[in-house]
């Protein structure tokens, strides 16, 4: 099934892709260290941007549609587990 954040997951994938490739090259003219960890840590965050955005599309689309739609006064139970995810 895709949802709506496929397509800005798919965007911050291609980026990290991008990252990566440029990290290989930098490797290979044997850039300073400073620059590639820099680049590592676009990767990273990119991939780790992705991963939030895909769970929280889980939560928000696939775990309602499995039990029901959560009513409101139990929305800040589901808002605190989004907002746990960060530490995974």
Not at 37 to 44: F, R
């Amino acid at each position: 099934m895709i949802h709506e954040t496929h397509p800005e997951i798919l965007k911050r994938l291609r980026r990290a892709h991008g990252h990566l490739a440029s990290i290989i090259r930098m490797l290979e003219e044997q850039r300073r260290c400073l620059e590639i960890a820099q680049q590592l840590q676009a990767v990273v965050n990119a991939v780790d941007n992705a991963k939030t955005t895909l769970i929280h599309d889980h939560i928000d689309h696939c775990l309602e549609q499995a039990i029901g739609p959560v009513p409101q006064d139990r929305r800040a139970s589901l808002q605190e587990f989004k907002e746990i995810t960060k530490y995974l």
